[in-house]
């Protein structure tokens, strides 16, 4: 999981630093860090996946990472809240990914409020006022309609946000049991329910802890850590597939 984190970050920052990202746009207080952490509901047992009777708690790196593989593999939803940092740029993610038809959230990232709804094959990301300040689309027609990641506004989205728009790009990255190293720290409360806590390391200083439900499908319920550079905090709440709509073509903005 620790490679998802590093990936994203790294090209935010990489990204930005090639593209500028709208650095000079205001930072309105309302959009980063305004997503709301909220106790995530309990994971049910019947999703079918157990890992003996001990649970989720004290495994092996190994089998571990099989119970999340095993896991993630016959999830139908994930919604993800929280905030991921590289060098001091922060990225706010409210986002509802499901495996069957369209994914929906709203991302804040240098200023920007950016909605978004993906189907897998297009990306739509709403023109809300903030994000054509950070794309420097002045048209005022373009308003609260959509661009599709084809278009050259829509490109910049889809480069820096792509790991998060859909149920698989997101377990492709890194939360779909990759073979990373973890000690178990022992159980925990977590809001109403107990879980099982790992953590991984790497000698580059970055350190995550993986929040786990102590029985049941070892669907993490939330991460945080990071370095001095990097940081993450994230919920996790699965399985509670949402609607999306795609926007229609007269709602698309082609300039």
């Keep these: 999981m620790r490679q998802y984190i590093i990936t994203a970050a790294t090209g935010l920052v990489t990204a930005c630093l090639a593209g500028g990202c709208a650095a000079s746009v205001q930072q309105p207080p309302a959009v980063i860090g305004s997503v709301t952490q909220r106790p995530v509901t309990s994971i ?11 649970g989720n708690a004290g495994l092996s790196s190994s089998q571990l990472n ?3 593989t095993a896991a993630t593999a016959q999830a139908t939803a994930l919604e ?14 409210d986002a509802h990914l499901n495996s069957n038809g369209p ?18 094959d297009v990306d ?3 023109l809300t006022t903030s994000f ?6 002045t048209d005022p027609a373009a308003k609260g309609k959509w661009v599709t990641s084809t278009s050259s506004y829509g490109e910049t989205a889809v480069t820096l946000f792509s790991p998060f728009l859909t149920l698989k790009s997101f377990l492709s990255d890194g939360l779909a049991g990759s073979g990373d190293t973890f000690t178990y720290q022992g159980p925990q409360q977590f809001a109403s329910q107990q879980v099982a806590v790992y953590q991984e390391q790497s000698g580059t200083g970055q350190r995550y802890d993986y929040d ?10 939330r991460a ?19 609607t999306a709509v795609v926007p229609p073509g007269s709602e698309i903005y082609t300039g």
């Design 44 to 54: 049910s047992a019947s999703v079918g996946v157990t890992t003996g009777a001990a």
């Design 66 to 68: 099989a119970a999340i």
């Design 80 to 93: 993800v809240t929280g905030t991921l940092t590289s060098a001091s740029t922060p990225l706010a993610v």
């Design 103 to 120: 994914s929906s959230g709203t991302l804040g990232f240098e200023g920007a409020s950016i909605p978004f709804v993906s189907t897998g």
């Design 124 to 126: 739509y990301f709403q």
């Design 132 to 137: 054509m300040a950070w794309v420097k689309l």
């Design 212 to 221: 786990f439900p102590a029985v049941g499908a070892a669907l993490p319920l």
């Design 224 to 242: 945080s850590g990071g370095d001095s550079d990097n940081s993450e905090d994230f919920d996790f709440a699965w399985n509670q597939p949402t």
